[in-house]
């Protein structure tokens, strides 16, 4: 139910690019963000990647971060270099779905 995990959650979050060629920099400036981000945020996984075209109609980059709790998603979240990376990122992204789930203590 909405607002009630307590335990380790995972953030999903799928982007549409305007243009195929401005991809990789979205990865880039994302892949760079969590690479200093960390520093400051604990995190279980951090997988970022772009689509491998092998079925149309898909997003271009999908992220998934598995956190230990919803006060490391909340700090990720206002971070300043999260808020620059997707600021930065406006400009390509034509639409951004995301969705948290709790992850179950089995797959940890």
């Given at each position: 139910m909405a ?27 994302l892949s ?77």
């Amino acid at each position: 139910m909405a607002g009630e995990n307590k335990g380790p959650l995972r953030h999903i979050v799928l982007l549409k690019v305007e243009k195929k060629e401005d991809v990789p920099e979205v990865v880039e400036t994302l892949s760079k963000m969590s690479k200093e981000i960390v520093k400051h945020v604990s995190w279980l996984n951090f997988d970022i990647n772009s689509d491998l075209g092998i079925s149309g109609g898909n997003a271009d980059v999908g992220l998934v971060i598995d956190f230990p709790d919803e006060q490391n998603f909340h700090t990720y979240q206002k971070h300043d270099l999260h808020v620059a990376a997707v600021t930065h990122n406006k400009k390509f992204v034509t639409s951004r779905t995301a969705i948290q789930i709790p992850i179950p203590k089995s797959s940890l």
